[in-house]
C-alpha cells in the first residue's frame, strides 16, 4: 500500500496538500491526515478521489505519536510522501509571549517534526520524497519573531542535513521556504501581536505555494521558495550582514 502522510492537515497549507497529492498523485492508495482537529480532517473524506485516513492526534503528545507509530508496524505501508507541515508562531517581543507559547513552537515547529520523520522513515524507500515546511523566516532572525524564525532555522538546516544522509537511499527532502501566505496562521499568529504592513503586501497563495513545492520536491530541490520578492530576500540575507537587515527590520515603521 502505497501512502501519503501529512502532518496539520485539518487547515492551511497541509489541507492544500492533502488536496493537490489527491489530485495529482495516481499511485497513491491512501493519504494519512494527522491534526489536533479530527472533525476538520473529516470534511474531505468524500470529496478527493483517494482514501483518507485521519489520525486526531496532538503530535507533541508521546501518547499520541504512539498510535500514529503503531499504525505503521501494523500496515507497513510503502511511504512515497511525508508533509511535515503542522507548525505555529506567535508575535512579540521574547517574554512578552506566554511561556507555553514559546516553548510550544519549539515543541511542534522542530521536536514535533523530527519525531514523526524519525517515525515515518524506515517505511519510505527509493523515490520517496520528505517535505519539510520551514519559512522565509527561517534566512535571518526576525525581532518580534525570534523563536519562530529559529525554530524555522531548525527545520531548515536539518532538513539540509537530512537530505544529504539519505540521498545514498534515494529518498529527496525539500524545506519549503515560503514567506507570509494566506492561511489561519496569522489568525493564531495575531493573537499576540500584529504582523508588519510589508508582510501583509507579499502574502502568497497557499495553492500556489503548495504546488510549486510539490514540483520542487519531484525535481529533487533541496529548497522551494515561492516568488521573486522571497527569493530576492533569500539572496539579501547571503549577502548583506544580518546586523543591517536586523536594523531595517526593527526600525521599519510599516
Known amino acids: 500500500m502505497k501512502i501519503a502522510v501529512v502532518t496539520g492537515a485539518s487547515s492551511g497549507m497541509g489541507r492544500e496538500a492533502v488536496i493537490q497529492i489527491a489530485d495529482r498523485f495516481g499511485g497513491i492508495d491512501e493519504i494519512w491526515m494527522i491534526a489536533r482537529r479530527k472533525e476538520r480532517l473529516k470534511e474531505l473524506d468524500g470529496h478527493v478521489p483517494v482514501t483518507l485516513r485521519c489520525f486526531?492526534?496532538?503530535?507533541?503528545?508521546?501518547?499520541?505519536?504512539?498510535?500514529?507509530?503503531?499504525?505503521?508496524?501494523?500496515?507497513?505501508?510503502?511511504?512515497?510522501?511525508?508533509?511535515?507541515?503542522?507548525?505555529?508562531?506567535?508575535?512579540?517581543?521574547v517574554g512578552d509571549v506566554c511561556l507555553e507559547d514559546e516553548t510550544g513552537m519549539i515543541q511542534v515547529n522542530c521536536q514535533a517534526l523530527c519525531a514523526v520523520t524519525h517515525m515515518v522513515l524506515p517505511y519510505m524507500g527509493k523515490n520517496s520524497r520528505i517535505l519539510q515546511f520551514a519559512s522565509s523566516a527561517a534566512f535571518l532572525p526576525q525581532p518580534r519573531f525570534a523563536i519562530y524564525a529559529a525554530t524555522k532555522s531548525f527545520v531548515l538546516s536539518y532538513s539540509r542535513a537530512l537530505g544529504a544522509e539519505l540521498k545514498n537511499r534515494g529518498i529527496f527532502v525539500t524545506a519549503v521556504c515560503p514567506g507570509p501566505v494566506k492561511t489561519e496562521f496569522f489568525d493564531i499568529a495575531e493573537t499576540t501581536g500584529h504582523i508588519p504592513l510589508y508582510k501583509r503586501l507579499v502574502m502568497a497563495d497557499p495553492r500556489k505555494v503548495v504546488r510549486l513545492a510539490l514540483r520542487d520536491s519531484m525535481m529533487g530541490k533541496p529548497l522551494s521558495i515561492y516568488g521573486f520578492t522571497m527569493k530576492g530576500f533569500?539572496?539579501?540575507?547571503?549577502?548583506?550582514?544580518?546586523?543591517?537587515?536586523?536594523?531595517?527590520?526593527?526600525?521599519?515603521?510599516?
Open 56 to 93: 486526531g492526534l496532538d503530535v507533541t503528545d508521546s501518547d499520541d505519536l504512539k498510535v500514529l507509530e503503531m499504525a505503521l508496524k501494523e500496515n507497513k505501508p510503502d511511504v512515497k510522501l511525508l508533509i511535515n507541515s503542522a507548525g505555529y508562531g506567535k508575535i512579540g517581543n
Open 234 to 254: 533569500y539572496v539579501l540575507s547571503k549577502i548583506l550582514p544580518h546586523s543591517w537587515l536586523l536594523y531595517l527590520m526593527t526600525h521599519m515603521k510599516f
